[in-house]
């Protein structure tokens, strides 16, 4: 579980109940500017409390770093940055992950990044949602194809959007966010089934995108581990040399 200076949320690998899982953490979303904090210092420690259960209690896991302490403070453009560590064995009875950060800052008062109050909820994605097909749909007659993409959810998701970008032009095209609708139908699982329409896009496109779902106004995305959803025409696909 990744979380960057930019306020952005990653989750990496097999992410799943009774599991050991790391938190990467960049200390300078919740350390104020000018504070005088160095990156690791044990006595001003930023925590992280996760929560797993509605209701339920609340863990504590100080974060350290791995490099020792310093003072120099890396841009945040920069590739790679230094991040903070904790470790942590996800519970077996997990519904999912709740976790928002404190420090105390050098006036004492304790700073939180909480997502405004509401803290970050991060759910087993692979249990309630994905991808069961995705392709540019060729349109002959048309001077536009047609990309599909087809989910299948829990039924406790109430909204779906893919967020696309055409990737083999440049520059590449903005992200554009799409509104899948539910369909009638329901997977081999019992997974309702959504999907695109009217989705138009260049006959020779190649699209990299990710799926932003919500489950009682939260959102929670799936990027693929990163590595986005990709969909083209086959002879596409094959030209680029795959």
Known sequence: MTFTRDFREFIRGAFWPDVEATIRYDPYRVVPPGDG????????????????NEGGPVTDITLVSLIGE???????TERRVPMLHGELTIPEDADWVTIWFSYMSSTGRKIYDSNW????????????IKTLDSFVRNQAAMPLNEFVCRIAAGHDVDRVIARYRIVNVKPETPVTSVDL???????KDGL?????????VPND??????IIYFVAGRP???DNEGAFFLACLPEVLKQAGY
């Open 117 to 128: 109050g509401k803290n970050y909820r991060l759910r087993f994605y692979r249990e309630e």
């Open 181 to 187: 609708h539910r369909t009638d139908l329901v997977d």
């Open 205 to 210: 496109a190649v699209i990299a995108y990710d």
């Open 37 to 52: 904090y160095h990156f690791g210092d044990p006595a001003r420690p930023v925590v992280a409390h996760l929560q797993f």
């Open 70 to 76: 310093s003072s120099h403070i890396s841009a945040w």
């Open 192 to 200: 309702a089934i959504w999907e695109t329409r009217g989705v138009f």
């Open 220 to 222: 929670f995305k799936d």
